[in-house]
């Protein structure tokens, strides 16, 4: 008698057991698949409840974990992931592909393409920021509404025009989701200044109706409007009033001081009122005259103060955003060289030990050392700038999960390429089989107490202790003489 | 020695297991049913079975199950060694009389 199953109830007893089967040593997974592929056609046969078939299917987990449990440690094929670094070039090899994959993957993703290596600054020369301070030092280039005011009266000898910005929180409603944004109440000079083009009675529109105008930043607009072309002339909330789309700002606005998501065009009389406001601190941003290639002019007060204000130019700004995925990852480098030492006495606890083995072969495992590190870099900055890329929904990179998945990732490789050289021989760099348990840590100050690894082309064995002793502070390597060689050879 | 061990350390599932085995209860799902005993309990405990030698396995002639349209089998049966725990273990546990014997030895 047969019973009509459904694929979906077929496909997933088969996926248990063919996921269960991959917890067996390799030479016992055929025959326990079939064993359990025989009782499982049986079951699906048999007038019985779909969920009694799962879960006959999932009674596979515990026999696999049984078998596991129970095989023999010294089985030679038993399941080994790494088996495949063994051998010394193997690994090279293996650590070279992951990488090479990582670094392909993420140069065919175009937005991962520019942020690795971003297109030259292609944005107006021009547009200067005005700041008190001689450097690029954000909140530092703040300037009061009142200064602003002042400042672009009495320097027009100087700057052709100027505007100012203020960053403000708002909360925008788009498309039924709310969220909070950064943007930046900007006097109606801005857009003109950066080059955006906005219908000219459209911004006088919006103010008549009420509605807020908005400048969007081009991330803003890939990411809240999935870079609609059509984006001029849509409406949306933000913070309880109407807002509308007059214009998205160029990739080089990106670089502006405080990042907002958007600009709203303000009237000049609300900026006015607003600029008088001593709690308005904003960026001033200008436009020197042509020809002029100041870089600082001085302003005398009208209680007779002098004051040097510094035009620091977008460009500038653009070549030393610090903001970068390379410089995120050096600096993620240098934080994991500062905390590698104390990490690895820490979670290795002994360190290597290669006394009894001649200068050159010393050398060549350090090299060996040093491949593997500079083979893991590809990964490290591509697999953390691929997350950010994911975290960042596709539209460009989450900086704070770039940094910190480099420095976990190079953590955790440098303590995966310590801990697989402590585990090689010396001579030959091939990974240390056969571990053995000698002694009782009982009685440690007695006797050597730990684990014994061999060399399977019979170089020698390595101690390494549970834990450092007075006596036995580091793994010992003790090689072996030619004479060992073919017993070795037959063992393996 | 082994013996003596291994019939120390038989559990009731196990003696349970054993007994259906050799009632003619000869594979995993029809020792599931005549136990009352799940997948997950039943497999492992046979391949402990195996192990300790009071149990053996061997697979079902291919022609007979393509004959049948049907994959092949595993078949079990209770070695010298385990009848003589599972008489140990019917003195300890009384109640394992009631699994009764089936034909389906006769098909093997």
């Known amino acids: 008698m047969t019973t009509k199953r459904p694929m979906l109830l077929r496909c997933a007893c088969r996926l248990t057991l063919g996921t269960g089967s991959l917890l067996l040593p390799r030479r016992e997974r055929r025959e326990w698949l ?107 280039m703040q300037v009061s509404g009142r200064e602003y005011l002042e400042w672009s009266a009495q320097s027009t000898r100087v700057l052709a025009q100027t505007a100012f910005y203020l960053p403000v929180a708002a909360q925008v409603r788009v498309g039924g989701q709310s969220e909070g944004w950064h943007i930046a109440r900007a006097t109606d000079g801005f857009a003109a200044m950066l080059g955006i083009r906005v219908a000219g009675d459209m911004v006088a529109a ?40 007059v214009g998205v ?34 960026y001033m941003l200008a436009q020197p005259l042509a020809g002029s290639h100041t870089t600082r002019i ?72 040093l491949a593997k590190g500079v083979l893991v870099l590809p990964l490290l900055f591509c697999g953390p700038l691929l997350l950010a890329h994911l975290a960042a929904g596709g539209t460009g990179s989450d900086y704070a999960v770039q940094f ?57 064995l390595m101690h390494v202790p549970d834990f450092p ?3 036995f502070t580091h793994q010992r390597w003790f090689p072996l003489d030619a004479s060992w060689r073919e017993l070795f050879q037959t063992g393996n | 020695m082994a013996g003596m061990a291994t019939e120390a350390k038989l559990s009731h599932t196990a003696a349970m297991i054993l007994q259906a085995v050799d009632a003619g209860f000869v594979y995993g799902f029809s020792i599931m049913e005549a136990t009352g005993l799940p997948s997950g309990t039943v497999y492992p405990a046979m391949r402990r079975l195996e192990r300790d030698g009071l149990i053996a396995s061997r697979w079902e002639k291919q022609s007979i199950a393509d004959a049948e349209g049907r994959p092949p089998r595993k078949y079990y049966k209770v070695t010298a060694e385990g009848k003589a725990t599972l008489a140990a273990a019917r003195k300890r546990y009384p109640l394992l009389a009631r699994l009764t014997p089936v034909d389906e030895m006769e098909r093997v």
């Not at chain 1, 930043?217 to 999935?226: I, N, T």
């Not at chain 1, 990739?251 to 008088?276: C, G, V």
């Not at chain 1, 402590?422 to 056969?434: F, I, N, T």
């Not at chain 1, 009782?440 to 082309?457: D, M, Y």
Request: hydrophobic residues 45%; positive net charge.
């Open chain 1, 404 to 460: 910190f998945s480099t420095w976990g990732g190079a953590v955790v490789s440098a303590l995966w390429i310590v801990d697989d050289q402590r585990r090689r021989c010396p001579r030959c760099l091939r990974r240390l089989v056969c571990p053995a348990r000698v002694g009782e840590r009982s009685r440690s100050l007695l006797a050597f107490s730990g684990i014994e690894l061999a060399c399977a082309e019979g170089h020698g």
């Open chain 1, 469 to 471: 002793t007075s006596w």
């Open chain 1, 206 to 245: 919006c103010h008549r109706a009420g509605e807020r105008a908005v400048i969007l930043s081009r991330r803003e607009w890939v990411r809240g409007f999935s870079g609609d072309p059509k984006v001029v002339g849509r409406v949306f909330e933000m913070s309880g009033h109407r807002a509308m789309v």
């Open chain 1, 249 to 282: 700002a160029p990739s080089a606005a990106s670089y502006l001081p405080a990042h907002p998501e958007a600009w709203t065009l303000e009237t000049a009389k609300a900026m006015r009122r607003l600029s008088t406001d001593r709690f308005a601190w904003g």
């Open chain 1, 34 to 140: 079939a064993e359990w592929k025989a009782e499982l056609h049986h079951v699906l046969g048999r007038p019985m409840e779909h969920g009694a078939c799962l879960a006959f299917a999932l009674g596979a987990w515990p026999d696999a974990f049984w078998i596991r449990k129970h095989a023999p440690r010294s089985t030679p094929d038993a399941p080994r992931l790494l088996a495949v670094v063994d051998s010394p070039l193997r690994c090279l090899a293996m650590l070279g592909g992951i990488g090479a994959m990582a670094a392909i993957l993420a140069l065919i993703i175009p937005t991962m393409r520019r942020e690795i290596f971003p297109p030259a600054y292609r944005g107006p020369r021009d547009v200067v920021t005005i700041s008190p301070v001689p450097a690029l030092e954000g909140a530092a």
């Open chain 1, 298 to 369: 001085v302003f005398t007060s009208s209680d007779g103060m002098r004051t040097w204000l510094f035009l620091l130019p977008l460009s500038a700004m653009a070549e030393n955003d610090l903001h970068t995925p390379r410089t995120d990852f050096v600096l993620a480098l240098l934080l994991t060289c500062l905390v590698l030492p104390a990490i690895l006495s820490v979670v290795l606890r002994t360190r290597l030990g290669t006394e009894r083995v001649s200068f050159a072969v010393r050398v060549r495992g350090w090299l060996f050392l």
